[in-house]
DNA sequence: AACAGATTCAACCGCGTCCCA
DNA sequence: ATGGGACGCGGTTGAATCTGT
């Protein structure tokens, strides 16, 4: 029921957009905010329908979008989500700043699960396709993913929920003068990026040690909570294993070539705790040169056993001994990663948006 | 240079949900 | 409680572009 009827029953344009339509509908918006999308078409002088211009708006046009490259991060928060949230595009996008939900379902679709597909994981489950990997890691996997499958099921429900809340939020944070926006105490100050649920971000939280004295990255942005992480992991994978990473990066090209080799450290059970970088504001800041691990959720739910070895990056033999550790703190870790994530999106607000004109 | 196949991504389609009268 | 309008979402399409032969 209430279906809009379709553009073609009532004789209008469809297809690409042209500048001219692009200027229109900016003009009208800036000046007017978009209103009723129904009945914005023919104020601002558009033969579409209120949906394409919805779509143009949101998809191409919205001032705060970023358009290029997906940054290694955000395709890890991606894979994370999705592994998470499945197809729940929107969500997705919540925890993504300045993308939207088209363009993450485009890149999903044509990069990153055919990426996954390469590396033996299904784009689906996120588990690992049978036969695909080595056994350690496939073993591991099996078990782990056994293991953190129900929770994973249980809090997917509850994150959808959340995101559901940031939209609502979100909108009436749209809806509110900035006067109201900086009254509300639970809002951070105007003057600071607003925050942004990282599931990253939860992750670091919940389990990394930020000092890291040695590090040798920069990083752009100033607030504390959201500076990336240089980790003792991937200090000693760049420090100990220099002459591996100099190997392996050398027979590596590209963004997509340092992305597989942080997958391959993944799925040979090998996690280093991430760097990170907090999206707004400095996207491409990370250091192509510098090992980025992004083990990330993912990779969790493929071997969520062990955070603490780093001889095992390119060792095809496991570390005895940080396996049994790691069987014997697995439970812990897990629920402490589980309950870093939930305890932050149930804390952070939703990412806050420049309020429609 | 020309063609074919593959890839990308903006845009469309149709359904589900929300909201209001 | 119900029906209809409006919007948002996820899946799909197809033109444009790229890549390989």
């Not at 800036?30 to 129904?38: A, K, V």
Request: proline fraction near 5%; charge should be negative.
């Amino acid at each position: 029921m209430g279906r809009s009827p379709c553009c073609e029953k009532i004789g209008l344009k469809k297809g690409p957009w042209t500048p001219e339509e692009d200027q229109k509908l900016l003009a009208y918006i800036e000046e007017h905010g978009h209103g009723s999308w129904r009945a914005l078409p023919s104020k601002a002088g558009l033969q579409r329908c209120g949906k394409s211009c919805r779509l143009r708006w949101t998809n191409y046009l919205r001032p705060d979008i970023k358009r290029g490259k997906f940054s290694l991060q955000e395709e890890q928060t991606i894979i994370q989500l999705h592994a998470l949230l499945g197809n729940r595009w929107s969500a997705i996008a919540t925890h993504l700043p300045k993308r939207t939900d088209n363009e993450i379902k485009n890149y999903w679709n044509t990069h990153l699960k055919k990426r996954l597909a390469k590396m033996g994981i299904d784009p689906v489950t996120h588990k690992a396709i049978n036969g695909t990997l080595n056994n350690t890691a496939g073993d591991k996997s099996a078990k782990v993913t056994a293991s953190l499958s129900h929770m994973a099921q249980w809090e997917s429900a509850r994150l959808e929920a959340e995101a559901r809340l940031a939209r609502e939020s979100k909108m009436r944070i749209a809806a509110s003068t900035p006067s109201k926006l900086h009254a509300q105490s639970t809002s951070p100050p105007a003057s600071t990026p607003s925050p942004c649920f990282d599931v990253l971000n939860a992750w670091q939280s919940a389990k990394i040690d930020l000092e890291s004295p040695t590090s040798t990255l920069t990083f752009a942005g100033s607030n504390a909570s959201m500076l990336p992480f240089s980790t003792t992991t991937a200090l000693e994978l760049s420090e100990s294993n220099s002459n591996v990473w100099q190997q392996r990066s050398d027979e590596l090209e590209g963004e997509e070539s340092e992305w597989k080799f942080v997958s391959k450290q993944q799925l040979q059970g090998m996690h280093g705790k991430e760097t990170e970088e907090h999206f707004i504001g400095c996207e491409e800041s990370w250091f192509p040169g510098t090992v980025n691990i992004g083990a990330g959720f993912t990779g969790m739910l493929l071997d969520g056993s062990n955070m603490h070895d780093t001889s095992e990056c390119w060792d095809e033999s496991s570390n005895g001994q940080d396996e049994q550790r790691s069987q014997v703190s697995e439970d812990a870790e897990n629920k402490n990663y589980w309950n870093g994530i939930f305890s932050m999106v149930n804390s952070e607000q939703p990412p806050l948006q420049p309020p429609l004109l």
